[in-house]
């Protein structure tokens, strides 16, 4: 039956328009691969997509998330893919990967504490991830005492100067500093010529072959000044025992001399 009136035909032309779009976000909707480190922040990124293409329905919303995961992940959720739940399925899978993949908050503290270390990252990207691993588990000072630690020592003293800031000032200034070091770096490598680096690496091997000469002739000259010492001590006990020998001979021919007078 065919009817004639424009509204209608309007109503039926803005719902095909609709699903047309609909289809269209579906399709060109592409979500980040599965993060297993941290699923709650990966959830968060694949929520934000999931409202900015409008899909809402929870059959459409668990198929996205399915075709995200990995094969590692796709192994560790086999037994609940292979026998989804009727109802909910979004919900129930984001709830069974948040339960298999979060670590718990004993292992984020012992991999803050432990694990954690510097690497490329900013000083207050450092800080970022040590607070976002220690929760609320650790106390500010517990926070800045590892995050300084974890900081190259030249920054770190400088920091500590500064008692009164909050951790997250010192991080603003920590991350100028290091800047400032990197480009000093950069700067002087870039104008040091190449026969000037050799010159320096040159007249540094002369000067280790210099200090080696002059050790073994230290050495050679402390074992002259042995030997001159234990020589003039054999000197010395000579003439002693010299002068002994003829204190007992005149002692002898004393009685001798007093005879001679007597007679």
Not at 163 to 169: G, K, M, Q, T
Not at 198 to 226: C, H, P, W
Request: one cysteine or more.
């Amino acid at each position: 039956m065919t009817t004639n009136d424009p509204a209608l035909a309007i109503g039926h032309a803005t719902d095909e328009t609709q699903n047309t779009a609909s289809v269209v976000a579906v399709s060109s909707c592409k979500l980040p691969q599965f993060w297993s480190i941290q699923p709650r922040l990966w959830f968060v990124q694949v929520e934000a997509a999931l409202q900015v293409a409008r899909i809402t329905n929870d059959a459409s919303r668990y198929s996205h998330i399915v075709s995200a995961l990995d094969t590692d992940s796709m192994l560790q959720l086999a037994d609940f893919l292979q026998n989804p739940p009727e109802t909910d399925k979004y919900a129930k899978l984001k709830d069974e990967i948040l339960k298999r993949f979060s670590e718990s908050s004993d292992r984020q503290l012992h991999r803050a504490l432990t694990e954690v270390q510097l690497d490329n990252k900013k000083p207050s990207q450092l800080l970022r991830q040590l607070r976002i691993l220690m929760g609320d588990r650790a106390s500010e000072d517990l926070l800045r005492i590892k995050w300084l630690a974890l900081l190259p020592p030249s920054t770190s003293r400088c920091l500590k100067l500064l008692r009164d800031a909050l951790v997250d000032e010192l991080a603003e200034v920590a991350d100028e500093l290091m800047e400032n070091q990197a480009g000093h770096s950069v700067m002087a490598t870039h104008h040091q010529p190449a026969h000037a680096a050799y010159r320096g690496d040159k007249f540094e091997n002369s000067q280790l072959t210099s200090m080696a000469k002059d050790v073994s002739g230290l050495k050679l000259a402390i074992a002259d000044l042995v030997t001159c010492i234990k020589e003039q001590g054999i000197t010395r006990d000579r003439p002693q025992a010299a002068s002994g020998r003829l204190q007992q001979s005149s002692s002898k021919e004393e009685p001798a001399s007093d005879r001679k007078k007597f007679c």
